[in-house]
């Protein structure tokens, strides 16, 4: 596992967006960044999911987060803009974003991938990160020290067969890490770093390996030190990297 232990004020202040907060890794990481001292906004599709994990996280003591609910596949530019006004308006600026959201699609050769299918995964993975990224800059701009961290693969770093869509997309989304990274190097305060949570104990994971026991995969809690360490001032000076969270 990732080799950090966090000191319990690491994110003391600091506004952090996570997408797909209401299940998985997101669920895990939101909770990790309140318990740290961070006020969330929680995003995702279902709002049952994301008042679940926002009931959690005030339960616990924790500052009240903000639930916002978008569907990035649906989502347009007007969506992300009016996203923009209201984070504004409640928080003033964004100290840390974590794009977590993602979909499988089939796991399938290339020939076999239907059109809709592709870019159902493209739309998700790869344009509604650059849409929210492009949205969020002017808040992360605003921050002392941003953190802008983008959810990889070890499908997204070398291409594997029945990969098909989500490996393409982990690939665009490693580059759109290292452009955002070398756009922001010596000239801005925010970094960008991609990170591949590596095999997890998720509803993701057991789509992709139906038959596999889940047992031998960690909890999203047990990788939270990478998600900590990446969007904390510890590692002010990481920018343009490929981690690996175990």
Same mark, same amino acid.
């Given at each position: 596992?990732?080799?950090?232990?966090?000191?319990?004020?690491?994110?003391? @202040?600091?506004?952090?967006?996570?997408?797909?907060?209401?299940?998985?890794?997101?669920?895990?990481?939101?909770? *990790?960044?309140?318990?740290?001292?961070?006020?969330?906004?929680?995003?995702?599709? =279902?709002?049952? /999911?994301?008042?679940?994990? *926002?009931?959690?996280?005030? /339960?616990?003591?924790?500052?009240?987060?903000?639930?916002?609910?978008?569907?990035?596949?649906?989502?347009?530019?007007?969506?992300?803009?009016?996203?923009?006004?209201?984070? +504004?308006?409640?928080?003033?600026?964004?100290?840390?974003?974590?794009?977590?959201? #993602?979909?499988?699609?089939?796991? *399938?050769?290339? @020939?076999? $991938?239907?059109?809709?299918?592709?870019?159902?995964?493209?739309?998700?993975?790869?344009?509604?990160?650059?849409?929210?990224?492009?949205?969020?800059?002017?808040?992360? /701009?605003?921050?002392? @020290?941003?953190?802008?961290?983008?959810?990889?693969? #070890?499908?997204?770093?070398?291409?594997?067969?029945?990969?098909?869509?989500?490996?393409? #997309?982990?690939?665009?989304?490693?580059?759109?890490?290292?452009?955002?990274? @070398? +756009?922001?190097?010596?000239?801005?305060? $925010?970094? *960008?770093?991609?990170?591949?949570?590596?095999? =997890?104990?998720?509803?993701?994971?057991?789509?992709?390996?139906?038959?596999?026991?889940?047992?031998?995969?960690?909890?999203? +809690?047990?990788?939270?030190?990478?998600?900590?360490?990446?969007?904390?001032?510890?590692?002010?000076?990481?920018?343009?990297?490929?981690?690996?969270?175990?």
């Amino acid at each position: 596992m990732f080799d950090y232990k966090a000191p319990p004020n690491l994110l003391a @202040d600091r506004v952090i967006l996570v997408t797909g907060a209401g299940r998985g890794i997101g669920a895990a990481a939101a909770q *990790a960044y309140a318990r740290h001292g961070a006020q969330l906004i929680l995003l995702g599709r =279902t709002r049952a /999911h994301l008042e679940n994990v *926002a009931l959690r996280i005030r /339960h616990a003591g924790h500052a009240n987060p903000m639930v916002y609910t978008l569907d990035l596949e649906t989502a347009r530019t007007a969506d992300y803009e009016q996203l923009e006004v209201a984070i +504004e308006k409640r928080f003033d600026r964004l100290d840390g974003l974590l794009h977590n959201a #993602s979909i499988l699609g089939p796991r *399938a050769s290339l @020939d076999e $991938i239907p059109d809709a299918d592709f870019i159902q995964v493209m739309q998700v993975n790869v344009n509604a990160t650059f849409m929210l990224t492009r949205a969020m800059l002017p808040l992360l /701009h605003r921050s002392k @020290d941003a953190s802008v961290l983008f959810t990889s693969s #070890s499908v997204g770093r070398k291409g594997r067969a029945q990969w098909g869509a989500y490996a393409v #997309s982990k690939f665009a989304t490693e580059g759109l890490m290292q452009t955002l990274a @070398d +756009e922001s190097d010596g000239s801005s305060l $925010i970094r *960008a770093n991609s990170l591949n949570p590596g095999g =997890t104990r998720t509803d993701m994971r057991a789509q992709a390996y139906p038959d596999e026991d889940p047992s031998r995969n960690p909890t999203p +809690e047990e990788i939270m030190p990478a998600y900590l360490y990446l969007m904390g001032p510890d590692s002010a000076g990481v920018n343009g990297q490929a981690l690996d969270a175990r």
